[in-house]
T-cell receptor, first 118, second 112 residues
């Protein structure tokens, strides 16, 4: 069974602060993918990043960065110099790798509500 | 770029009524997923289709059914609606396991 844990239910920061959202996962699959999605107040789910289990390189995209550590089963997300527009619920998700078959459903964590105050 | 289209965006139904939600995946995507997100909850997987065949099933009530048609669009049919069915219903599509799942904007169903 797959499981994703986002221990932080809510985080509140002041604009320009850095903030890290934690994600810990469990899986028996040897290959898998990890994802982060953003859900702003308008409700849509916006894809942010996909990382496969073979690639432990950290990634930076503008103010966003991701730290994948297989040894601790963690895939943390950092926003640098946060802005009010970053306020949203952020979901970490897990999916099996491309090992054949056709069931690629996502298992989501409970989400972290980030509020960035001006 | 074309995205996943869901209709309607909002739907209000009374208890015991039926509802049909539609999903049009991104062109050339062969896999469609349905998720249900209750208030303050994470999205829960309901069902998926690959090349018009059901490929996986999650916590979908027996009152719900779904199918994928020859043009790859999918419909989620919900009968005997209950108050607890009020939720945001997402459809997503992907090219099998080769791409991430792209989500539609969701259908907000309110059962009164």
């Amino acid at each position: 069974a797959q499981k994703v844990t986002q221990a932080q239910t809510e985080i509140s920061v002041v604009e320009k602060e850095d903030v890290t959202l934690d994600c810990v996962y469990e899986t028996r699959d040897t290959t898998y993918y990890l994802f982060w999605y953003k859900q702003p107040p308008s409700g849509e789910l916006v894809f942010l990043i996909r990382r496969n289990s073979f690639d432990e390189q950290n990634e930076i995209s503008g103010r966003y960065s991701w730290n994948f550590q297989k040894s601790t089963s963690s895939f943390n997300f950092t926003i640098t110099a946060s802005q009010v527009v970053d306020s949203a619920v952020y979901f970490c998700a897990l999916r099996r790798g491309n090992s054949g078959g056709s069931n690629y459903k996502l298992t989501f964590g409970k989400g972290t509500l980030l509020t960035v105050n001006p | 770029a074309a995205g996943v289209i869901q209709s309607p965006r909002h739907l209000i139904k009374e208890k015991r009524e039926t509802a049909t939600l539609k999903c049009y995946p991104i062109p050339r995507h062969d896999t469609v997923y349905w998720y249900q997100q209750g208030p303050g909850q994470d999205p829960q997987f309901l069902i998926s289709f690959y090349e018009k065949m059901q490929s996986d099933k999650g916590s979908i009530p027996d009152r719900f059914s779904a199918q994928q048609f020859s043009d790859y669009h999918s419909e989620l049919n919900m009968s005997s609606l209950e108050l607890g069915d009020s939720a945001l219903y997402f459809c997503a599509s992907s090219l099998g396991g080769l791409t991430e799942a792209f989500f539609g904007q969701g259908t907000r169903l309110t059962v009164v």
